[in-house]
């Protein structure tokens, strides 16, 4: 199994970048990379999904190196309402497509 | 917004007693998975339906059963249930077919058992 690691927590302030980095030692040859946001009591939201190198949408960045083993989560300028838990998920390889979710990554974004 | 609707959004059930969630896939989508997420824990995986059969079960008991319509919306019932399965239900739908498969969230439903 792909699993994750990824800090409990983070904060930062309205306006910084914020980086949040993922490893996953034990990625498959054929697994995807995904972040979800996730406000309380409230379904995931994609973010952002990539295999390798560099994805860039409307939302964030993900960089991921070329032995993809870690990936890192950026938000530019981060406003209040990016507080929220941020998971990164690896495909299961199975067949299952099940999504495994660690703990996440708890972002406070103070003003 | 993904789509994916799923009713009722929330219930208060007594121990031993059914439930059953329902969930309404977005356009175009063909699986359903349905997850639960304890408060302060991240969504654990139940099954996933395709082309109306499971297609994948995560370590849960099999008073945990599901359906999938031609449709493709789904149903996830819950017999006998317990406190533990207070929780919030989370049911996800993609497209099977593309070798990078996103599974898109709907709002979720609170079920509290008392």
């Known amino acids: 199994l792909a699993k994750t690691t990824q800090p409990i927590s983070m904060d930062s302030y309205e306006g910084q970048e914020v980086n949040i980095t993922c490893s996953h030692n034990?990625?498959?040859?054929?697994?995807?990379i995904t972040w979800y946001q996730q406000f309380p009591s409230q379904g995931p939201r994609f973010i952002i999904q990539?295999?390798?190198t560099k994805v860039t949408n409307e939302v964030a960045s993900l960089f991921i190196p070329a032995d993809r083993k870690s990936s890192t989560l950026s938000l530019p300028r981060v406003s209040l309402s990016d507080t929220a838990v941020y998971y990164c998920?690896?495909?299961?390889?199975?067949?299952?497509?099940?999504?495994?979710f660690g703990s996440g990554t708890r972002l406070q974004v103070q003003p | 917004e993904t789509g994916v609707t799923q009713s009722p959004t929330h219930l208060i059930k007594t121990r031993g007693q059914q439930v059953t969630l329902r969930c309404s896939s977005q356009?175009?989508?063909?699986?359903v998975s349905w997850y639960q997420q304890a408060l302060g824990q991240g969504p654990q995986f139940i099954f996933q339906?395709?082309?109306?059969?499971?297609?994948g079960r995560g370590n849960f008991p099999p008073r945990f059963s599901g359906l999938q319509f031609p449709n493709y919306s789904s149903e996830l019932n819950v017999n006998a249930l317990e406190l533990d399965d207070s929780a919030l239900y989370l049911c996800?739908?993609?497209?099977?077919?593309?070798?990078?498969?996103?599974?898109?969230f709907g709002p979720g439903t609170r079920l509290l058992v008392l």
């Open positions: 996800a739908s993609s497209f099977r077919g593309e070798s990078q498969e996103t599974q898109y």
């Open positions: 034990n990625i498959a040859t054929n697994d995807y």
């Open positions: 990539g295999y390798k």
């Open positions: 998920l690896v495909y299961l390889d199975t067949g299952r497509r099940a999504l495994t």
């Open positions: 356009s175009g989508h063909n699986t």
């Open positions: 339906y395709y082309r109306e059969e499971e297609n």
